[in-house]
């Protein structure tokens, strides 16, 4: 398991803090990458984004409740305590590609997800405060269900890149 | 007047980018949206003015005022936008061949300026929109373009000591896969006073698929910020182009001065018109 977690998180609020940046940002991230599949007519990766950003809005939903009545700690973009460079479950735009497969996609969103997951067992193993460590289990969990749905969709994809015809206008055709 | 703290999200317009998927400018796009949204700047105090290009592209994703100006000018249009309206914080943004090529003079006069603009030039070293031909930053042997098959041979255009030489008081170079790097430079570039150049390393996957290497090349400038130009050209100097962070800032008076005019503007139109 990769080593998510820069630090220590060290009270409730502020693990609150990341966990709904982590979510807001990574249902935001698969809203994005299904519009942009939309556009470069990549139909089925992009009802599969379309799919996990809805996912991701209920994981938003969940912390937000988690979140009431308690002030978040302002921080800034860049001192996130995790050590990827965007959120732990956001996938990186710079690992897309237009002729991306199903299963590539859903090799990446489960990539994604165990290093969310990661992120919150590392917060539940590091933190000195007993109540974030209970509260990141508790994530840690509800994570895992998530890795175990992508993992069975996975399991159950047929490969169909044999029958894909490809782009038959490449980029990179003489002009 | 906006009254409401805005997310980042809130500074997208929700006109959808078609930039190709992989592309390095969605990460650019995030990072200038996280940063206005970390600033708390109210969208009708942002000016967003690109050229053309695919990263030129931005003023129509963006939802703050724009101007999607005309190849290469788009550091003219920018400089008098903030000499007509000060208080504007205007960002500029484009590509190497817009900004490097036939913006190329119109970025030396910038810098010299020190006009309190923000200049975003998204590098990927190659014109994307026309079909990957070689740009200015370009490497001379790059050969992959029907126009260029035995690659340009010519020298490439080296952005940083060029903004150097030309008197610009803050440079840093960003990569698109540190956006929180990106992030907090971007912050630094919109709160300088005077012209920030922010160099960012942007992947064009579809036309430059060798720079997913950018991921495992790019480090840290061995040292800085430096507010020495000789310190900032000797650690350029030692640049192998994938250097990150910034370079230089110093502080030095911005233009335009505020001082009085000389005389009114009557005074002008009799010594011209009569």
Same mark, same amino acid.
């Given at each position: 398991?990769?080593?998510? +977690? @820069? ?8 693990? +609150? ?28 990766? =992009? ?20 979140? @009431?009545?308690?002030? +978040? ?50 917060? =539940? ?10 509260? @990141? ?7 895992? @269900?998530?890795?175990a749905m992508l993992e069975n969709l996975l399991r159950r994809e047929v490969d169909n890149e044999l029958a894909s015809p490809g782009d038959l206008d490449p980029p990179n055709m003489p002009e | 007047m906006t009254t409401v703290a805005l997310k980042a999200k809130d500074y997208k317009s929700g006109v959808k980018p078609i930039w190709c998927p992989g592309c390095g400018h969605f990460a650019v796009f995030a990072a200038i949206t996280r940063a206005l949204a970390y600033l708390e700047l ?5 000016? %967003?003015?690109?050229?053309? &290009? ?14 999607? &100006? *005309?190849?290469?000018?788009? *550091?003219?249009?920018?400089? &008098? ?12 943004? &484009? ?26 030039? %998204? ?5 994307? %929109?026309?079909?990957?031909? /070689? ?15 035995? !690659? ?32 907090? %430079? ?7 006073? !005077? ?26 400038? /061995? ?18 182009? *994938? ?32």
């Amino acid at each position: 398991m990769n080593d998510m +977690l @820069a630090g220590e998180i060290s009270s409730v609020a502020e693990f +609150l803090a990341h966990a709904l940046e982590m979510e807001v940002e990574s249902a935001e991230r698969y809203r994005e990458l299904a519009d942009n599949m939309e556009v470069h007519n990549n139909p089925q990766v =992009a009802t599969l984004f379309r799919r996990l950003a809805v996912e991701g809005d209920a994981h938003v939903e969940q912390v937000t409740r988690r979140c @009431a009545s308690i002030e +978040l700690p302002n921080i800034a973009p860049w001192a996130f305590k995790w050590t990827s460079p965007d959120g732990p479950e956001s996938p990186a735009m710079e690992d897309l590609h237009y002729l991306m497969s199903r299963r590539q996609a859903l090799e990446l969103a489960l990539h994604n997800e165990v290093r969310g997951l990661a992120f919150y067992i590392q917060v =539940a193993d590091r933190s000195l405060d007993a109540e974030v460590r209970q509260l @990141a289990g508790e994530m840690a969990r509800e994570e895992h @269900a998530h890795v175990a749905m992508l993992e069975n969709l996975l399991r159950r994809e047929v490969d169909n890149e044999l029958a894909s015809p490809g782009d038959l206008d490449p980029p990179n055709m003489p002009e | 007047m906006t009254t409401v703290a805005l997310k980042a999200k809130d500074y997208k317009s929700g006109v959808k980018p078609i930039w190709c998927p992989g592309c390095g400018h969605f990460a650019v796009f995030a990072a200038i949206t996280r940063a206005l949204a970390y600033l708390e700047l109210p969208k009708e105090r942002v000016a %967003m003015i690109s050229g053309i &290009g695919c990263s030129s592209r931005l003023p129509a994703y963006v939802d703050s005022y724009g101007f999607h &100006g *005309l190849h290469g000018r788009a *550091l003219p249009l920018a400089t &008098g936008l903030k000499v007509a309206r000060p208080e504007l914080n205007v960002l500029v943004a &484009g590509g190497d061949g817009d900004g490097f090529s036939i913006g190329g003079n119109h970025f030396l006069h910038a810098c010299r300026r020190n006009i309190d603009l923000t200049y975003i030039v %998204m590098d990927n070293r190659v014109y994307g %929109m026309t079909k990957g031909q /070689a740009s200015p930053t370009t490497a001379p042997d790059w050969a992959k373009s029907k126009m260029t098959p035995h !690659g340009t041979g010519v020298r490439r255009f080296q952005p940083a000591a060029i903004a150097l030489s030309a008197g610009a008081t803050f440079i840093a170079r960003g990569y698109s896969g540190d956006p929180k790097g990106l992030t907090h %430079m971007l912050v630094e570039a919109i709160t300088h006073p !005077g012209f920030s150049f922010l160099h960012v390393l942007s992947p064009c996957i579809t036309f430059r698929p060798d720079q997913r290497s950018w991921k495992t090349g790019v480090h840290a400038f /061995a040292e800085g910020p430096f507010e020495e130009p000789v310190e900032a050209a000797r650690e350029i100097h030692a640049d192998d182009g *994938l250097g990150l962070g910034v370079l230089y800032a110093e502080k030095l008076p911005v233009w335009p001065p505020h001082i009085k005019p000389s005389g009114s503007l009557a005074e002008v139109e009799r010594e011209f018109l009569t």
